[in-house]
Nanobody, 124 residues
Framework: VQLQASGGGLVQAGGSLRLSCTASGRTFSRYAMGWFRQAPDQEREFVAAISWSGGSTGYADSVKGRFTTSRDNAKNTVSLQMNSLKPEDTAVYYC??????????????????WGQGTQVTVSS
């Protein structure tokens, strides 16, 4: 499985960005998907997760109410809509796939496949 993330960039505080992650392979609909981020000198942290069908989602407390994840299994794509961005959201964002669970939400070690990351920078 190969994951390709896109949509990062520079935005002012209060602005919005939409990240996308496209997966190769024919079994995307059987992967739990997750979003993580990593700021300089910090550990990779969980941001959001979504189940196979998209019916179950979960978010880190720090982004709850501001970020929304969704997926389109017909297009092998998962998205992360980020609103009301804050400077502390600045990080490299990664999408990840877990083929062993219906729904993830666990730590990075649970995920078998990772995208290359996309930089999000929020200026104050």
């Amino acid at each position: 499985v190969q994951l390709q993330a896109s949509g990062g960039g520079l935005v002012q505080a209060g602005g919005s960005l939409r990240l996308s992650c496209t997966a190769s392979g024919r079994t995307f609909s059987r992967y739990a998907m997750g979003w993580f981020r990593q700021a300089p000198d910090q550990e990779r942290e969980f941001v959001a997760a979504i189940s196979w069908s998209g019916g179950s989602t979960g978010y880190a407390d720090s982004v709850k109410g501001r970020f929304t994840t969704s997926r389109d299994n017909a297009k092998n794509t998962v998205s992360l809509q980020m609103n009301s961005l804050k400077p502390e959201d600045t990080a490299v964002y990664y999408c990840a796939a877990d083929p062993s669970r219906y729904y993830g939400g666990g730590p990075p070690r649970d995920y078998a496949y990772w995208g290359q990351g996309t930089q999000v920078t929020v200026s104050s």
